[in-house]
């Protein structure tokens, strides 16, 4: 794919998910009351530096992991296995989850050196589906440009999983969905 057809694709989906949150459809997180005063979410320019087609370094053995959420639950997710990347000069990996072995959804949720600053401080996910998210070839497409914020970032009514330490990248990663303020 060519960058500006790539770029053009992601603008249109945060386009298509401001107008999502800003509508009185029960189903966005903005808050009703808040939804008149809501203009789109804050986003860092698509970079393509933070895109990357990787293997996926799958574990043998898929350990559980329990994630506790922001309002003290538990859930386990099976640690599926690992990317490997780098960010400027520096390496980075970072742990993939699955909720159950049978779906193809891979959960990525990460902190970074931008959280608590431009980004919300408990991290931010990515979401990977094998039929949109890879290539031909069979190779991850890991795109940091697509990281979201989590809905507890937008509403009291929802929890979250936190980010496991393992997850803390040391470096920047500028792409997404910036802090929403509160």
Do not use: H
Not at 53 to 82: C, H, N, P, S
């Amino acid at each position: 794919m060519e960058t500006s057809e790539w770029k053009a694709q992601i603008e249109k989906q945060r386009a298509t998910k401001d107008r999502f949150f800003k509508s009185s459809y029960p189903g966005s997180p903005i808050p009703f009351e808040d939804r008149a005063k809501f203009k789109g979410l804050d986003y860092f320019p698509p970079n393509p530096a933070y895109r990357f087609e990787l293997d996926l370094r799958d574990y043998r053995a898929k350990e559980v992991l329990r994630m506790i959420y922001t309002k003290g639950q538990e859930r386990d997710f099976l640690r599926w296995g690992e990317f490997r990347f780098k960010v400027g000069d520096q390496e980075q990996t970072i742990q993939v989850y699955r909720n159950n072995p049978a779906e193809q959804k891979l959960f990525i949720p990460f902190r970074d050196a931008t959280s608590g600053k431009e980004t919300y401080g408990a991290g931010r996910y990515l979401d990977l589906e094998s039929d949109r998210d890879q290539t031909p070839e069979g190779k991850w497409i890991l795109d940091f440009n697509r990281a979201y914020n989590p809905w507890c970032v937008y509403s009291k009514d929802y929890t979250c999983p936190l980010v496991p330490s393992e997850n803390w990248l040391e470096a920047p990663i500028c792409a997404g969905e910036k802090n929403y303020p509160s």
